[in-house]
């Protein structure tokens, strides 16, 4: 008798408790730690049943990058409303919170071995639309005059400022005097952002 179709309602309700489930492994374990039958074992399904919603682990982790940077985008989109002048401290407090609130879903956007996402264009598209937030108050930032320099440089070194401090308190090696929260919010940032002119 052949297997009855699925649903679409239900094929997204499996791939998003999926694809939480996936998050959890995948930062507990590593990508080569996990596989679909560890997934399977989490849901308590058959192991082959994941296969009738993603075709190997491959795909699995390029849903759950994809779902991680989405719900990081989301996160700046809502900071990036604030009025330009405290739009760069905005998102970086936004980074900053969803960092420490969702340690899961960072190490894997950016601690673990990732594949191209060139094929797998939603995967993609999150990537580009989470870095735009940022490049974009940069440029309103310069066009003000209040930072001078190459947008998308600028953009770049900003990000690898935060994440910086991100990485090293999810770390556990801010433990020279300062911690996140204090580094964050130090008038040397300010400063730091002024000098930019």
Not at 1 to 25: N, W, Y
Not at 109 to 116: A, G, I, N, P, W
Request: proline share 4%.
């Amino acid at each position: 008798m052949p297997r009855a179709a699925l649903k679409s309602e239900d094929i997204e309700a499996f791939r998003r408790r999926a694809v939480d489930a996936a998050i959890r492994l995948f930062a507990d374990h590593g990508y080569d730690g996990v596989s679909v039958r560890m997934l399977a074992s989490e849901l308590g399904v058959s192991a082959m049943t994941p296969y009738r919603y993603f075709e190997n682990k491959e795909e699995l982790f390029a849903v759950v990058r994809t779902e991680a940077f989405r719900r990081f985008a989301d996160r700046q989109q809502r900071a990036a409303r604030v009025d330009a002048p405290e739009r760069l401290r905005a998102l970086g407090a936004a980074y900053v919170a969803f960092a420490t609130e969702q340690p899961e879903s960072y190490r894997i956007m950016f601690e673990l071995k990732q594949s191209t996402a060139e094929h797998y264009p939603a995967l993609e598209s999150e990537q580009e639309r989470a870095f735009s937030f940022l490049l974009e108050a940069v440029r309103q930032a310069i066009d003000a005059g209040v930072m001078q320099g190459d947008p998308v440089t600028t953009a770049h070194l900003m990000w690898a400022q935060v994440h910086g401090l991100v990485s090293l308190h999810l770390a556990g090696k801010l433990s020279m005097g300062r911690s996140l929260n204090e580094l964050c919010t130090a008038p040397e940032v300010a400063d730091a952002l002024r000098r930019m002119k």
